[in-house]
């Protein structure tokens, strides 16, 4: 339903001549699991309201939960890059359109059309026949850890090459260039690299990806690339495009996923023993990991037009930054949304976003942490930290966070 635009009230324009002046995104608890303090008492005072842009833009900070998924389902709002104001200092003021294929930053009817075609490859059903592989992978390197010993590095033994075989093999990438995607995938959502070295990785990615592109046009094989080089529609540009947002998407969200979930188990030992003893929590325990920890933050969404959103009105062209971890620990939503509980039925966390921009690949990275936890604590029994958790180096200047690396050990004789 459209919303005639409406003059903002007395009290609503006093309330929004005291923007927010920056982002947080300074982790100040000593928690390295609970977003930035600030984020909750904005979000208690006003959960949607004004703030500066480094590029001198004002435009909205939304923090509550209601506001932020309300938003995310608004085609109002916009995804396009080149129309958002950016909330991070020392980033370009200007962003270039997203690259074809990269279905987050495009609206309807491109977006659209991508997404039609890509549904029926990542269903629910297709991806949970994929089951079966995916516990192959995860006993794989379950065994080569246990062969190895402790102490090992867990997101170089387990959280990066479990999802990574899995998105290449969907993909039908080769082994050889798998290594290449991952190094260039972490310079593209690592905040401390310039735009250049950015773009400059993720042209490297597409340029693979388009020979991969025709190889699979002359020889197709049983992959989801030769699938869409067949019968997509697709132009080769188009198609490489299309498998370089796949691949970015489905390999650093889910290996820091990985990593930092069972960080935070190992510093939630009755959470863990939960889980452990009971593996039909997984599905629950999925859903509130992915909750707590909120690695993908923040959204950010241009207005199309003017919209009133909780009273207030965006005006078109304005920029709302959408911070999913404030909304994902929203009391309002979630009881006690500080404490990790594998017990809660986290229906409605907002960490695959809502709307038409849903993560595409959802089902699969469920399918990976589903499989992956549960086996990892079952092997284990008695796996635990090999350094202090504040030695843990963090990936604090990424935009997916997680862990560099996570160091772990467990007793030799209880590794079956």
């Given at each position: 339903?459209?919303?005639?635009p409406?003059?903002?009230?007395t009290?609503q324009?006093?309330?929004?001549?005291?923007?927010v002046?920056t982002?947080?995104?300074?982790r100040?608890?000593g928690?390295?699991?609970?977003?930035?303090?600030?984020?909750?008492?904005l979000?208690?005072e006003?959960?949607?309201r004004?703030m500066d842009?480094p590029?001198g833009?004002q435009?909205?900070l939304a923090t509550?939960?209601s506001v932020?998924?309300?938003?995310?389902a608004?085609?109002r709002f916009?995804?396009?890059?080149e129309?958002?104001?950016?909330p991070?200092?020392g980033?370009?003021?200007?962003v270039?359109?997203?690259?074809t294929?990269d279905?987050?930053?495009?609206?309807?009817?491109?977006?659209?059309?991508y997404?039609?075609?890509?549904?029926?490859?990542?269903?629910?059903?297709?991806?949970?026949?994929?089951?079966?592989?995916?516990e192959?992978?995860?006993?794989?390197?379950?065994d080569a850890m246990?062969?190895?010993?402790?102490?090992?590095?867990?997101?170089?033994a387990?959280?990066?090459?479990v999802?990574?075989l899995?998105i290449?093999?969907?993909?039908?990438?080769?082994t050889?260039?798998?290594?290449?995607?991952?190094?260039h995938t972490?310079?593209?959502?690592?905040?401390s690299?310039s735009m250049?070295?950015?773009v400059?990785?993720?042209?490297?990615?597409?340029?693979?990806?388009?020979?991969?592109v025709?190889?699979?046009?002359?020889?197709p094989?049983d992959?989801?690339l030769?699938?869409l080089a067949q019968?997509?529609g697709l132009s080769?540009e188009?198609?490489?495009g299309?498998g370089?947002?796949?691949l970015?998407?489905?390999l650093?969200?889910t290996?820091?996923?990985?990593?930092?979930g069972?960080f935070?188990?190992?510093?939630?030992?009755d959470?863990?023993?939960a889980?452990r003893?009971?593996?039909g929590?997984?599905?629950?325990?999925?859903?509130?990991l992915m909750?707590y920890?909120t690695?993908?933050d923040?959204?950010i969404?241009?207005?199309?037009e003017?919209v009133e959103?909780?009273g207030?009105?965006?005006?078109?062209?304005?920029t709302?930054?959408?911070?999913l971890?404030?909304?994902n620990?929203?009391p309002q939503?979630?009881?006690?949304?500080?404490t990790l509980?594998v017990h809660r039925?986290?229906t409605?966390?907002?960490?695959f976003g809502h709307?038409?921009?849903?993560?595409l690949?959802?089902?699969l990275?469920r399918v990976e942490?589903?499989?992956?936890?549960p086996?990892?604590?079952?092997?284990?029994p008695t796996?635990?930290?090999a350094v202090a958790?504040?030695d843990v180096?963090?990936?604090?200047?990424?935009n997916?966070y997680g862990?560099?690396q996570l160091p772990v050990?467990w007793?030799?004789e209880?590794?079956r």
């Open positions: 339903m459209q919303h005639e409406s003059t903002p009230s009290e324009t006093a309330q929004d001549a005291a923007p002046t982002l947080p995104t300074t100040h608890t928690c390295p699991f609970d977003p930035p303090a600030e984020l909750a008492q979000r208690e006003q959960p949607l004004r842009y590029d833009h435009g909205w509550g939960h932020v998924r309300a938003i995310l608004d085609p916009s995804s396009r890059y129309l958002i104001h950016v991070f200092p980033w370009p003021t200007e270039p359109p997203a690259p294929g279905m987050s930053g495009i609206d309807a009817p491109e977006h659209t059309r997404r039609r075609l890509l549904m029926g490859k990542f269903t629910v059903r297709r991806m949970r026949e994929l089951t079966a592989r995916v192959e992978i995860t006993t794989e390197h379950l246990e062969r190895q010993g402790g102490p090992v590095d867990l997101v170089t387990f959280a990066q090459p999802p990574a899995m290449c093999e969907l993909l039908g990438v080769p050889a260039d798998r290594d290449v995607f991952q190094r972490a310079t593209v959502t690592d905040q690299t250049e070295d950015q400059a990785a993720y042209t490297a990615i597409q340029e693979i990806i388009h020979g991969l025709l190889a699979k046009r002359a020889e094989t992959d989801l030769s699938d019968d997509g080769d188009e198609l490489a299309v370089t947002f796949l970015g998407a489905g650093d969200t290996a820091n996923m990985l990593a930092l069972t935070a188990l190992l510093s939630n030992p959470q863990l023993a889980l003893n009971d593996p929590l997984a599905d629950q325990a999925v859903e509130e909750r920890l690695i993908a923040p959204g969404r241009a207005a199309l003017d959103v909780d207030h009105l965006i005006r078109a062209g304005e709302v930054t959408l911070s971890q404030a909304a620990r929203d939503r979630f009881p006690a949304p500080d509980d039925k986290a409605g966390q907002l960490s709307g038409a921009h849903q993560c690949g959802q089902q990275a942490m589903r499989v992956a936890f086996a990892l604590l079952t092997r284990f796996l635990r930290l958790p504040e180096p963090l990936r604090t200047r990424s997916i862990v560099h050990t007793d030799q209880a590794g």
